[in-house]
């Protein structure tokens, strides 16, 4: 039977933590090491962007560089297989040869912020995208109208645009933005 699992942190060569993830995964899946390790994560934030041609992008950044972090029983060969994956440094806090120790566990608090940030991340970013409503005022502060004032003429949730009517040379014109141009006034 196996007992209480526990969240530590791998260290990984930066760049290399989805390898170590892949790597990690395939043992969970093919390997006896399932029964030990249940998760691994590496804690990513969404960014999305405007290219220089106008074109909408969405990127995934990973939150801690260098970091993969296991939910894990640390028993047996467990913290052996863990330590000597591929592009795996050690863990978190473990010193090296004579002095090296225990892997110490996350605190409750750090695993809740750690799982947390994640998806308080995702939600703000898809919440920021979509809730801008007819007759609202907005300012531009991306593309050839940036820093101008606006009103919202029209909202496609859909596709993520509106269409803001500005002022040009004294007339209203409506000019039609993504969401990530534009920011409350």
């Not at 939150?63 to 028993?75: D, H, N, P």
């Not at 009517?165 to 534009?182: A, C, D, H, W, Y």
């Amino acid at each position: 039977m196996a007992g209480k699992k526990e969240w530590y942190v791998l260290r990984a060569i930066s760049g290399k933590e989805a390898k170590v993830k892949e790597l990690l995964d395939a043992q969970i899946k093919n390997t006896s090491l399932g029964d030990y390790v249940s998760q691994v994560l590496i804690p990513t934030e969404k960014i999305y962007s405007t290219t220089k041609s106008g074109k909408k992008v969405v990127k995934e950044r990973t939150l801690y560089s260098g970091y993969v972090f296991v939910e894990a029983e640390l028993i047996g060969e467990v913290t052996h297989i863990l330590r000597n994956t591929t592009n795996v440094i050690d863990f978190l806090g473990c010193g090296k040869g004579s002095e090296a120790k225990r892997p110490e566990p996350l605190r409750p608090g750090e695993v809740n912020r750690m799982l947390g940030i994640a998806d308080e991340l995702q939600e703000t970013n898809e919440a920021d995208l979509i809730d801008y409503k007819v007759g609202e005022t907005v300012k531009v502060n991306y593309g050839a109208f940036t820093g101008m004032i606006g009103t919202v003429d029209e909202v496609n949730n859909e596709k993520k645009k509106l269409k803001v009517m500005v002022s040009i040379f004294g007339r209203k014109t409506p000019v039609e933005l993504e969401n990530s141009q534009v920011e409350r006034e």
